[in-house]
């Protein structure tokens, strides 16, 4: 499929009433704004392809804080990007940095102070936060990260563990 075609799969037929709206509709391949035009899709990062065969990108489970998130490892990042809902309040330090976006564009972003569990960096962590980011959190090249390749194969999620033996120790006791 060339720049300018769109798959099949993709087309999506907007009712009559949203025409007008200036509404954007995401696919697996493509977006279609309200003229009915579709544009494609070309970032696998983020949908896996409609074949059903798995993404490459090196997405795994991990934690910030308290919260299981969907953790990027980007080899083409400097620093450590996390969705801005993700932190509360007393985590932000009150400083700014200047992101530099792929598209050459900036922005200013809050940075903060927050735990990671991941299976590429653990610790606690000095992140931009970023609304609407793809991933909740994206660990770049940043010290104590692993290469992309080669997360901890024996990391766990502990706080799920933990919940798992209390939910098993309170179903003793009340068997009991």
């Known amino acids: ?21 200036p509404v954007l509709k995401m696919r697996s391949c493509c977006y279609t704004v309200a003229c009915s035009e579709k544009i494609p899709l070309l970032s696998s990062a983020c949908v896996e392809p409609l074949s059903g065969v798995k993404s490459k990108m090196p997405v795994v489970k991990g934690r910030v804080g308290e919260k299981s998130v969907n953790v990027l490892r980007d080899t083409g990042c400097s620093g450590t990007v996390v969705k801005k809902d993700l932190v509360s309040g007393n985590h932000f330090t009150g400083d700014f940095n200047v992101m530099l976006l792929i598209n050459n564009t900036a922005r200013k972003v809050p940075i ?3 735990d990671v569990d991941t299976p590429y960096l653990k610790g606690l962590v000095e992140v931009q936060c970023l609304p609407n980011a793809v991933y909740d959190l ?5 010290p104590g ?16 563990d933990a919940y798992a033996i209390m939910r098993r120790s309170q179903a003793k006791k009340a068997a009991e």
């Open 138 to 142: 994206t660990v770049g090249n940043v």
């Open 112 to 114: 903060a102070k927050i």
């Open 145 to 160: 990260a692993t290469a992309a390749e080669n997360p901890d194969p024996s990391w766990q999620d502990h706080v799920q």
């Open 1 to 21: 499929m060339g720049y300018s075609e769109v798959a099949p799969s993709c087309l999506v037929q907007l009712p009559e009433s949203k025409k007008s709206s």
